[in-house]
T-cell receptor, first 114, second 107 residues
Framework: DGGITQSPKYLFRKEGQNVTLSCEQN?????MYWYRQDPGQGLRLIYY???????QKGDIAEGYSVSREKKESFPLTVTSAQKNPTAFYLC?????????????FGEGSRLTVL | QKEVEQNSGPLSVPEGAIASLNCTYS??????FFWYRQYSGKSPELIMF????GDKEDGRFTAQLNKASQYVSLLIRDSQPSDSATYLC???????FGTGTRLLVSP
């Protein structure tokens, strides 16, 4: 079955630690996205990538980093510079022209900082 | 001014009624509009998209777009308790999302 797999589903982190969230897709989509969602809030774009080896900052990129070495993979690192990292993180993908198609989402990763 | 605005709700409707969800956007050049449904703790799923002015119907759902007034709405006919969720409006490339409207359908 085609889809997007995010791992881990739940993650706990101590303050000051970096953590990497995995996102893998087998839909052969060019574009991939990372969103953050806080309770009662909509989705805010962290980073996106429209092609391998290229990515762009979204609205709230500070304290995060990404890589896009393979078409299928778009991992997100939450660094210690991110002051309030506790949130629900969603990875998504779409064909390169997102305004003609839907976003396919993974099941999300819930990060809690202890 | 936020790029995409939605009333956070909750919007409460009785079972069988029509639920009307609204979204306004700031960029007059926006071309594509999407409605996603998100159940609590789950990821969003696409319900409908609309590109042209007017109405687009799919089963119990109707999306309405008015580019002159810069709003898009979603009507849910014969609302069911299973429709209780948060509905997110998304606009254009990079898919800028509104904060979502929580819908509660009571039996």
């Amino acid at each position: 079955d085609g889809g997007i797999t995010q791992s881990p589903k739940y993650l706990f982190r101590k303050e000051g630690q970096n953590v990497t969230l995995s996102c893998e897709q087998n839909l052969n989509h060019d574009a991939m996205y990372w969103y953050r969602q806080d309770p009662g809030q909509g989705l805010r774009l962290i980073y996106y990538s429209q092609i391998v080896n290229d990515f762009q900052k979204g609205d709230i990129a500070e304290g995060y980093s990404v890589s896009r070495e393979k078409k299928e993979s778009f991992p997100l690192t939450v660094t210690s510079a991110q002051k309030n990292p506790t949130a629900f993180y969603l990875c998504a993908s779409t064909e390169r022209e997102p305004n003609t198609g839907e976003l396919f989402f993974g099941e999300g990763s819930r990060l809690t900082v202890l | 001014q936020k790029e995409v605005e939605q009333n956070s709700g909750p919007l409460s409707v009785p079972e069988g009624a029509i639920a009307s969800l609204n979204c306004t956007y700031s960029d007059r050049g926006s071309q594509s509009f999407f409605w996603y449904r998100q159940y609590s703790g789950k990821s969003p799923e696409l319900i409908m998209f609309i590109y042209s002015n007017g109405d687009k119907e799919d089963g119990r759902f109707t999306a309405q777009l008015n580019k002159a007034s810069q709003y898009v709405s979603l009507l849910i006919r014969d609302s069911q308790p299973s429709d209780s969720a948060t509905y997110l409006c998304a606009v254009d490339q990079k898919l800028v999302f509104g904060t979502g409207t929580r819908l509660l359908v009571s039996p």
